[in-house]
């Protein structure tokens, strides 16, 4: 055997303690690790503590799904209600057109929503004119830093029945409609206005992934005679499907949250049968001091992302044990 090899076996069998975190000596060893990286504990201290208040601390609020919420008892003194909200939650008739609208419109943002950052970096990253490439990047990533409600008062005049759009389509002899006032077109416009104020903004990890590509790897395919789309279709791809898989898991987790701000700023009276979802549906319960029901329905809402999160996760490790969120 080596000698440096075997007197690393030697050292690990002779401080099998320090090895062992549950020992005095593994703790020490901790203990040192934190303090040569003490700097960043501290500077993830804040973020942690944000964390903590915001995301875990407000969870104590779930009890009042199960109970017969009184505010002059409080959560906790208030009487048990067993799964009575669910039973409610379920019968009611809001709830269900609620579920039915939200599914659709998450279905539809998965399929056509979640690919446009994907295609949009892949083909700034097959532009090869850097002040032109650098262009398209910043015109596409504005309206990632509006609000819903500036974006919302840009699109009803543009999308108006005397707006920008229509006058356009007016040219190629295409009759007005008033876009986002038709629940017919209601779905179409929540997926192409989510794709307009996201995909720019999006593209941005998948093009660092993209930039981390071996360049030799197109030179080889290049001179192997490859076009450009077979090496989109087998070196781009590949290189960022793990990037690809991580964020796919990550927003599945959010698969029934399909952007309260954006349905809240455009749904109107006429859509409003198409675009009630289950956070509109939160709010209203909310608003009418059915705190029970309206905690009922987020549980609900956390509950069925946390399955899906597990499911593909599972599915994900069957098909690559090396890939996956955990």
């Given at each position: 055997m080596h000698k440096g090899g075997a007197d690393k076996m030697e050292i690990r069998s002779a401080l099998p303690e320090a090895r062992n975190p549950g020992t005095a000596a593994g703790w020490q060893r901790q203990w040192r690790v934190y303090k040569q990286h003490r700097a960043l504990i501290i500077m993830l201290l804040p973020?942690?503590?944000?964390?903590?208040?915001?995301?875990y601390v407000p969870m104590y609020g779930v009890i009042i799904a199960f109970k017969h919420f009184q505010i002059t008892e409080g959560i906790l003194g208030s009487p048990w209600a067993g799964w009575e909200n669910f039973q409610r939650l379920f019968q009611g008739n809001g709830f269900m057109n609620a579920l039915r609208n939200s599914v659709v419109i998450a279905f539809l943002k998965m399929v056509f929503v979640f690919p446009a950052p994907i295609v949009l970096a892949l083909l700034l990253n097959e532009l090869r004119i850097t002040w032109f490439r650098r262009t398209i990047q910043t015109v596409t990533y504005l309206p990632h830093f509006f609000s819903w409600v500036v974006l919302a008062g840009i699109l009803f005049p543009f999308l108006g029945n005397d707006g920008g759009f229509n006058k356009l389509l007016g040219v190629f002899g295409i009759p007005q409609q008033l876009w986002l006032l038709e629940p017919d077109y209601f779905?179409?416009?929540v997926v192409l206005t989510n794709i307009w104020q996201s995909a720019g903004w999006g593209s941005i990890v998948y093009f660092a992934a993209l930039a981390s590509i071996d360049p030799s790897l197109y030179e080889a395919a290049i001179a192997d005679g490859a076009s450009r789309w077979r090496r989109i279709w087998h070196i781009s791809l590949p290189s960022i499907a793990p990037t690809v898989i991580i964020m796919y898991l990550l927003n599945i987790g959010h698969f029934l949250s399909v952007g309260f701000d954006q349905i809240y700023?455009?749904?109107t009276s006429p859509t409003s049968g198409?675009?009630?979802?289950?956070?509109?549906?939160v709010l209203r319960r909310l608003l009418t001091m059915d705190y029970?029901?309206?905690t009922a329905a987020g549980l609900f809402n956390s509950t069925v992302g946390l399955v899906l999160v597990l499911i593909a996760n599972t599915l994900v490790k069957l098909y690559d044990k090396e890939r996956g969120l955990w």
């Open positions: 973020g942690l503590a944000l964390f903590l208040l915001f995301s779905y179409g416009m700023n455009l749904v198409v675009g009630e979802i289950l956070d509109t549906y029970e029901l309206g």
